[in-house]
């Protein structure tokens, strides 16, 4: 369980882990750029929905998208999240870095 956060910068990435939703909160209010999250949804202390909006919410072109082993979230539920997509558990590096690439 953790919240992923890549901060995308010409030179490279920047990669930084939380693994508690308290920590993750801690890293989103210091964000100053557009990000890309790996959100999972059921983090020890807390909601990864939560997480996603509160990003999203901070900084529109921010990509999130959440993960799981657990659940697949609806459309309802990736709406109200604000998230851009979900990416279930397990998964590879190659469909981690397509999300990157992406954006």
């Known amino acids: 369980m953790s919240f992923v956060i890549c901060n995308v910068k010409k030179e490279g990435f920047r990669v930084t882990v939380a693994n508690s939703h308290k920590t993750a909160e801690k890293i989103i209010d ?43 979230p609806g459309d309802l539920e990736l709406r109200n999240s604000m998230a851009d997509g979900f990416i279930p558990k397990p998964f590879s590096k190659k469909e981690i870095f397509e999300v990157v690439n992406e954006n």
Request: proline content about 2%; hydrophobic content about 35%; charged content about 25%.
């Open 30 to 72: 210091e964000i100053d750029n557009d990000s890309i999250a790996f959100i999972d949804i059921n983090l020890p202390d807390g909601n990864g929905y939560v997480l996603a909006n509160k990003l999203k919410s901070k900084n529109q072109d921010s990509t999130v998208y959440l993960i799981s082993a657990r659940e697949i």
